[in-house]
């Protein structure tokens, strides 16, 4: 297995490193509600793409809080 000979640098290993940063998300502006959404992608709080309803939101939600609930009263129940 090859060993290094020498220890590297902190300097030559911090530039090796220079481009490893993490950069923040670019979001764009959803002209229908005016949320923060990530570019070409349906918007999470509307569901709408390019003027279009793609998503049912509210049904959704509505699943999601009557899912919950069930989980809730089968807790309850025990």
Do not use: F, W
Not at 3 to 28: E, I
Not at 34 to 52: A, N
């Amino acid at each position: 297995m090859a060993v290094p000979k020498k220890k590297t640098p902190s300097a030559r290993r911090n530039r090796r490193r220079s481009h490893h940063g993490l950069t923040a998300a670019k979001l764009a502006k959803c002209p229908q509600c005016q949320e923060p959404t990530p570019p070409h992608q349906v918007c999470p709080s509307c569901g709408y793409y390019k003027g279009r309803d793609v998503l049912k939101i509210e049904a959704k939600k509505a699943k999601a809080e009557a899912k919950k609930k069930a989980r809730k009263d089968r807790a309850k129940g025990k």
